[in-house]
Nanobody
Framework: QVQLVESGGGLVQAGGSLRLSCTAS????????MGWFRQGPGKEREFLAA????????YYADSVKDRFTISRDNAKNTLYLQMNSLKPEDTAVYYC????????????????WGQGTQVTASS
């Protein structure tokens, strides 16, 4: 198993930036593909971005691909999500997740989840 802990959330004005981190412990972080998801108030959890174990392959939801960047540092067992040009509709709890195998945008294909970190973008 791998344990995941998100950090870096907070309150930011619209147009601002935040960088989320997801620190892993337990089994070898570098063996997992990773993803970021979010769940806004009254909404279902949605896919944002995914990255392969090597970091060489990434892909994004259309809603964030020009504003968010996913990356990882396997030496530090850490996943990142750089979020720029934040909008009020980005307000949500943000989750990182891990899965064995290749990248995926499907929530149910991820085996391990963090507890989430709140991001609030005010207008």
């Amino acid at each position: 198993q791998v344990q995941l802990v998100e950090s870096g959330g907070g309150l930011v004005q619209a147009g601002g930036s935040l960088r989320l981190s997801c620190t892993a412990s337990g089994q070898t972080f570098s063996s997992y593909a990773m993803g970021w998801f979010r769940q806004g108030p009254g909404k279902e959890r949605e896919f944002l971005a995914a990255i392969a174990w090597s970091g060489r392959t990434t892909y994004y939801a259309d809603s964030v691909k020009d504003r968010f960047t996913i990356s990882r540092d396997n030496a530090k067992n850490t996943l990142y999500l750089q979020m720029n040009s934040l909008k009020p509709e980005d307000t949500a709890v943000y989750y990182c997740a891990a899965r064995s195998g290749s990248t995926s945008d499907t929530l149910t294909e991820y085996h391990f989840w963090g507890q989430g970190t709140q991001v609030t973008a005010s207008s």
